[in-house]
């Protein structure tokens, strides 16, 4: 499986992040695969933020839920990322990830960089 993550390298504080990650050679309904998003902040370690399932049942980090959303489009097999009132501190290489585990990541995107900055 092929994962591919795509959306604006820049961000203004307050707006909407929002990233796509484009799947190729499997299926995100196909069963027990939960498609994740992790971010690394410079100089810091991965942070899980959340996942959608095959079902379409979302899951969220307790200290990001509260401006996180996860969907899907099963028509294009993508998965998008939605983070609101961002701040310099959202600046990061965002990820998406998959496993037929939850909270497992055997297959990863190339990242994308994200910076929040006026």
């Known amino acids: 499986v092929r994962l591919t993550e795509s959306g604006p390298g820049l961000v203004k504080p307050s707006q909407i992040l929002s990233l796509t990650c484009t799947v190729s050679g499997g299926s995100i309904t196909a069963n027990y695969g939960y498609w994740s998003w992790i971010r690394q902040p410079p100089g810091k370690g991965l942070e899980w933020m959340g996942a959608?399932?095959?079902?379409?049942?979302?899951y969220y980090s307790p200290s990001l839920k509260s401006r996180t959303s996860i969907s899907r489009d099963t028509s294009k097999n993508q998965f998008t990322l939605q983070l609101s009132s961002v701040t310099p501190e959202d600046t990061a290489v965002y990820y998406c990830?998959?496993?037929?585990?939850?909270?497992?990541?055997?297959?990863w995107g190339q990242g994308t960089q994200v910076t929040v900055s006026s």
């Open positions: 959608i399932d095959y079902s379409g049942t979302t």
């Open positions: 990830a998959t496993d037929h585990d939850y909270m497992s990541f055997g297959s």
